[in-house]
Nanobody, 126 residues
Framework: QLQLVESGGGLVQPGGSLRLSCAAS????????IGWFRQAPGKEREGVSC???????NYADSVKDRFTVSGDNARNTVYLQMNSLKPEDTAIYYC????????????????????WGQGTQVTVSS
């Protein structure tokens, strides 16, 4: 059974940091791009970051220079390090896997299909 499980969310003060994990089971990430997406209440889902199977990385402009995505194929896990968090980063964060998908350009920002995790809540508040 193909499954993605996110973890690491929580409540953090503005300026703080969190590291989200996306653990895959039932398939290997070697052939998949992993996208991080988020959805805030009353807003549409938006792309946050993308890392391809070949190691190409892309970020949304809103998180560039604050968030860092990395992969650990040995653990079949992708991480999203989030620094300098802002209240507007508050959302449910999801990871999703897309077989042999690219991360260049902007199409990944609104990608659908693939396999999705259940999400983890991130709340940035004082």
């Amino acid at each position: 059974q193909l499954q993605l499980v996110e973890s690491g969310g929580g409540l953090v003060q503005p300026g703080g940091s969190l590291r989200l994990s996306c653990a895959a089971s039932g398939f290997t990430l070697d052939y998949y791009a992993i996208g991080w997406f988020r959805q805030a209440p009353g807003k549409e889902r938006e792309g946050v970051s993308c890392i391809s199977a070949g190691g190409v990385i892309n970020y949304a402009d809103s998180v560039k220079d604050r968030f860092t995505v990395s992969g650990d194929n040995a653990r079949n896990t992708v991480y999203l390090q989030m620094n300098s968090l802002k209240p507007e980063d508050t959302a449910i964060y999801y990871c999703a896997a897309f077989r042999l998908a690219p991360c260049r350009g902007s199409s990944w920002l609104t990608r659908s299909g693939g396999y999705w995790g259940q999400g983890t809540q991130v709340t940035v508040s004082s």
